[in-house]
């Protein structure tokens, strides 16, 4: 992901109309699936945990639900149009909101999360819940060519973008919820596993290739049930391609997982508990949003693959010292990150209502 905004932003134009760049546009392309599919599957560890705490309304539930908040606020805050609360007052222009409005792939998150608990707590049976998850995916998947080509203009300015990327939305629901939806399900027939992960994980590869192929082959074998079809924009196939991508590469960690003490696992594990942390701060330097310094500023899409590479680096090996003492001070003492945390937040607030 850091590799992916690195590039995209910095990438020198000339070099984005060449061979290289479009190969490596198809494999960073498949990071926000790959992300989304990790957070389902997370959905899926923790419900299969505290199912009973989920639909029983407990503790566990609401501070969930609390959590989903503040991920939404952290969302739409990093696309303010003015760090300064006085000067969004008087903002009254609508086309200078379109900005804030935009659904990136933590809003995608958020939205289909909360769905998926409320789709729980409804239900209230695991196994229903499973079962409609997976209509509810495939829904989303087929509908999504449809829903795609349809006009939303006369919606609210902050709900257009949920439903199109004719509104500046890179994360549409349709079809990037579905890999969320998919990820859930996948968590909760690997859970079911349990000592036999290892056939499992073969018969799940085996599937996720077979996937790849029939899409393919779907795609170049008439006839085509949607109008204005485009392979890669919201169509079946290319979801179901790189959803085999995923699941593939999800065997392949898996079976990297098993070797003993693996170099790279601790590394691996660090950036996943503390994604959100990594997720922002690197957004901040890349992009800067409303904030003065950035590597956008400070660059502009001027460098070579060399540079973009050397700055990647160092902003991965900076995001990992990060994540790495944060989350030494979250575990040495609990009460004193909480501390940190919300001193870190009044002060942003404070900022924001001063400015």
């Given at each position: 992901m850091i590799e992916t905004h690195v590039v995209n932003a910095l990438l020198g134009a000339s070099l984005k109309d060449e061979t290289p760049f479009k190969v490596l546009t198809f494999v960073?392309?498949?990071?926000?699936?790959?992300?989304?599919?990790?957070?389902?599957?997370?959905?899926?560890?923790?419900?299969?945990?505290?199912w009973a705490q989920f639909v029983g309304f407990e503790k566990t539930l609401w501070r969930y639900l609390f959590r989903l908040a503040?991920?939404?606020?952290?969302?739409?805050?990093?696309?303010?149009?003015?760090?300064?609360?006085?000067?969004?007052?008087?903002?009254t222009d609508?086309?200078?909101?379109?900005?804030?409005?935009?659904?990136?792939?933590l809003q995608v998150i958020v939205v289909t999360l909360l769905f998926l608990i409320l789709l729980a707590c409804a239900v209230r049976k695991e196994n229903v819940f499973r079962a409609a998850a997976l209509l509810a995916a495939l829904a989303v998947v087929f509908l999504s060519p449809i829903v795609n080509g349809m006009d939303f203009s006369s919606l609210p300015i902050w709900l257009r973008p949920y439903l199109s990327a004719q509104y500046r939305s890179q994360f549409p629901i349709f079809p990037w919820s579905a890999f969320l939806i998919m990820g859930t399900v996948v968590g909760f027939h690997f859970m079911d596993a349990s000592a036999r992960q290892a056939i499992w994980m073969k018969r799940f590869a085996c599937a996720a290739a077979a996937g790849i192929g029939v899409s393919l082959l779907a795609e170049v074998v008439p006839p085509n049930l949607y109008p204005n079809h485009?392979?890669?924009?919201a169509s079946p196939e290319f979801f179901f391609v790189r959803l085999g991508i995923i699941g593939l590469s999800l065997a392949g960690l898996w079976y990297y997982d098993q070797r003993k003490r693996p170099p790279a696992s601790s590394l691996i594990t660090l950036f996943g508990q503390e994604s959100l942390l990594v997720y922002v701060l690197h957004l901040l330097v890349v992009y800067g949003y409303t904030y003065e310094w950035s590597f956008v500023r400070m660059f502009g899409p001027t460098l070579n693959y060399l540079e973009c590479l050397g700055l990647f680096a160092a902003l991965t090996i900076s995001m990992y010292?990060?994540?790495?003492?944060?989350?030494?001070?979250?575990?040495w003492n609990m009460r004193a990150a909480q501390a940190v945390e919300?001193?870190?937040?009044?002060?942003?607030?404070a900022a924001f209502i001063l400015k």
């Amino acid at each position: 992901m850091i590799e992916t905004h690195v590039v995209n932003a910095l990438l020198g134009a000339s070099l984005k109309d060449e061979t290289p760049f479009k190969v490596l546009t198809f494999v960073n392309g498949l990071v926000a699936p790959s992300f989304l599919f990790c957070a389902g599957f997370g959905l899926a560890i923790s419900l299969r945990r505290r199912w009973a705490q989920f639909v029983g309304f407990e503790k566990t539930l609401w501070r969930y639900l609390f959590r989903l908040a503040f991920i939404m606020v952290v969302a739409y805050s990093l696309h303010l149009p003015f760090f300064s609360l006085q000067r969004l007052r008087g903002l009254t222009d609508e086309s200078q909101w379109i900005p804030f409005f935009q659904v990136d792939i933590l809003q995608v998150i958020v939205v289909t999360l909360l769905f998926l608990i409320l789709l729980a707590c409804a239900v209230r049976k695991e196994n229903v819940f499973r079962a409609a998850a997976l209509l509810a995916a495939l829904a989303v998947v087929f509908l999504s060519p449809i829903v795609n080509g349809m006009d939303f203009s006369s919606l609210p300015i902050w709900l257009r973008p949920y439903l199109s990327a004719q509104y500046r939305s890179q994360f549409p629901i349709f079809p990037w919820s579905a890999f969320l939806i998919m990820g859930t399900v996948v968590g909760f027939h690997f859970m079911d596993a349990s000592a036999r992960q290892a056939i499992w994980m073969k018969r799940f590869a085996c599937a996720a290739a077979a996937g790849i192929g029939v899409s393919l082959l779907a795609e170049v074998v008439p006839p085509n049930l949607y109008p204005n079809h485009d392979f890669w924009r919201a169509s079946p196939e290319f979801f179901f391609v790189r959803l085999g991508i995923i699941g593939l590469s999800l065997a392949g960690l898996w079976y990297y997982d098993q070797r003993k003490r693996p170099p790279a696992s601790s590394l691996i594990t660090l950036f996943g508990q503390e994604s959100l942390l990594v997720y922002v701060l690197h957004l901040l330097v890349v992009y800067g949003y409303t904030y003065e310094w950035s590597f956008v500023r400070m660059f502009g899409p001027t460098l070579n693959y060399l540079e973009c590479l050397g700055l990647f680096a160092a902003l991965t090996i900076s995001m990992y010292i990060v994540a790495y003492v944060w989350h030494r001070l979250k575990g040495w003492n609990m009460r004193a990150a909480q501390a940190v945390e919300v001193a870190a937040l009044g002060s942003i607030v404070a900022a924001f209502i001063l400015k």
